[in-house]
C-alpha cells in the first residue's frame, strides 16, 4: 500500500477535483489567487537575480580637522 504522498490520481479524478473546486472557491477567486502567486513568484525570481549580481560600494575618505 503507497503512502497518500504517492497519489497521483487518473485525469478523471483530477477533472472531479478541478470541478469542486471551482464551483467551492468560484472563478473570480482563483483567478485572482493565480494572479497573486504569478506576481509573487516574480518577486522572488527578480530578489534571486539581484542578489547574484555584485554590488560594488565607493570607498568614502573622512577628513578629519588638524589642530
Known amino acids: 500500500m503507497?503512502?497518500?504522498?504517492?497519489f497521483t490520481g487518473s485525469p478523471v479524478?483530477?477533472?472531479i477535483i478541478l470541478v469542486i473546486v471551482l464551483v467551492l472557491f468560484g472563478g473570480?477567486?482563483?483567478a485572482g489567487?493565480?494572479?497573486?502567486?504569478?506576481?509573487?513568484?516574480?518577486?522572488?525570481k527578480k530578489a534571486t537575480k539581484d542578489e547574484d549580481e555584485?554590488?560594488?560600494?565607493a570607498p568614502t575618505?573622512?577628513?578629519t580637522e588638524e589642530k
Do not use: D, R, Y
Open 2 to 6: 503507497l503512502p497518500i504522498a504517492f
Open 33 to 44: 489567487l493565480g494572479k497573486s502567486m504569478g506576481e509573487g513568484i516574480k518577486e522572488f
Open 13 to 15: 479524478e483530477w477533472g
Open 28 to 30: 473570480g477567486k482563483l
Open 54 to 57: 555584485p554590488t560594488s560600494v
Open 61 to 63: 575618505v573622512v577628513k
